[in-house]
Each structure stands twice: as C-alpha cells, then as structure tokens.
C-alpha cells in the first residue's frame, strides 16, 4: 500500500509535464484508433478507460458520443482531465472516478466494455484480475516497440540498456495467451509509425555521454561508428514506433 501511495504521489507531480509530453506527440495513434475502432463497429456506446489519465482516450472516445468512465489513481491528472472535458462541453458524457486498478478489482464491479491504455507494471497475471471484471469486450492498447535502426543495434552490440526499458515488447503476447481461454474472440491490430528526429553533434555527444551503464570505451566507440553518418554535424535518425491494440470479447 506504501508503494502505491508513493506511485500516486509520483504521478500527482509528473501530470502537468506528462500531458505537456502528451499534447507534443507527434504520432496520430489515438485519431488512427478510434477510426479503426469505428470502421470495424467495434466501439462501445459506453466504456471504463482505466488509467485515463489527462483524457487521451477519454476525451476523443466522449467526442465520438461515447460515455466514459474515466478511472485513475492520480488527482491531479483528473484534474486536468475534467478541466479539458469543460472547454470541450463534453462533461455530460464523462465520469470521473479516482481509483486504482487494484480497487476496481475488489470492488468487484461488472465493467461491459474496459479500455486499458499505456497502464504500466501490468503483468500477465494481473491483466486476469482485471480482466474478470469484463463482461463483454476488453481492449488493451501499449506501445511495443521503438526502434532506431542506427543506434539500436550499436546499443545493444555494446549490451547497453535500450532507450525505452518502460517497453515491453512481448507483454501484448503473454495478455492474450493467459487471456485466450477467458474470452470467445480475441484480434490483434497493428499501428505503425515513423518519425524523424534530427540531432545536432553537440546534443548526440551530451545523450551519450549520460546514458545509463556508458563507458568512456564505449563513448569512444560509438563516436567512430556514428560520425560517418553525420550530415553538417547533425544525425538524422528515423524512429520506427509499433503499438498494439488486442480486443477481448466474450
């Protein structure tokens, strides 16, 4: 319980600079869902976002007319979400509810449909509890992959830690393998995007220089493997980015 506290209180500080991080995106995974999730008459007239944050699903889902039950364990972050859902005219069409993931499971709620996006820490076994409460469709939708096709490989030939350890490349897979016998159909759907980053000398050698486990050696190295792919002192690298949505139904 002590540690859940200190994620909330975390969380409570990190809610303005997450949905700052959050409105700079630049990837249109959230339009691109609810367009397939339209497309293919899978949305519900109503669903439970938990872990809705400031509203990156909650507010578009809302603005597609449907009613939502936005669940997090931050105040702060809710705050902001029912401040956005006012400027938008959408607060007849969302709740707002300050819980965990571990107290929706012992209340012990039937939930119809549950939207779970970006939740962290979710191990297999715990996307079962939750998953219980489901009576009718369950939509998981994560982040799996990352890759620059540059510095990937150097980091990993170096066994570095790679960029975004918070990425968990096979969590979507063991959900729906622990998941599969608890539900009659399951999908996957893939969003693909690219993005161009671009670096200048100075800002690649000052990440370097601070990455996690780095060696003056191994600093050394990567300078003579990525100098040559400098342009006027600047790298252009293009970031590959895989999210998954999996959708439950019983």
Not at 95 to 122: F, G, H, R, Y
Request: charged share 20%; net charge negative; aromatic share 10%.
């Amino acid at each position: 319980m002590d540690d859940l506290i200190e994620q909330q209180a975390a969380w409570d500080d990190f809610a303005e600079e997450y949905y700052a991080t959050e409105q700079a995106s630049q990837l249109p995974y959230v339009t691109d869902v609810l367009s397939y999730l339209q497309q293919a008459q899978l949305l519900p007239q109503q669903l439970l976002d938990l872990g809705s944050g400031a509203g990156r699903f909650t507010l578009p889902f809302a603005q597609a007319g449907v009613r939502v039950t936005a669940v997090d364990f931050s105040k702060e972050m809710l705050a902001i979400l029912r401040k956005r859902a006012t400027q938008q005219n959408l607060t007849k069409l969302i709740v707002t509810k300050k819980a965990s993931w571990q107290q929706l499971v012992q209340e012990s709620q039937n939930i119809p449909a549950l939207w779970i996006s970006m939740l962290p820490d979710i191990t297999a076994q715990q996307m079962l509890q939750i998953s219980r409460l489901v009576t009718e469709k369950l939509l998981i939708f994560r982040l799996t992959q990352v890759n620059d096709p540059l510095l990937t490989p150097l980091l990993a030939k170096l066994a570095l830690p790679p960029e975004r350890p918070e990425i968990q490349s096979e969590l979507v897979t063991q959900y729906q393998t622990i998941l599969q016998s608890e539900f009659q159909h399951s999908q996957t759907q893939f969003f693909n995007y690219q993005l161009i980053e671009e670096l200048s000398e100075t800002e690649l050698w000052a990440y370097l220089r601070d990455y996690p486990e780095i060696t003056s050696e191994k600093f050394e190295w990567l300078q003579t493997k990525i100098k040559p792919k400098l342009n006027q002192g600047r790298l252009k690298s293009v970031l590959n980015y895989r999210f998954e949505l999996l959708i439950l139904e019983r």
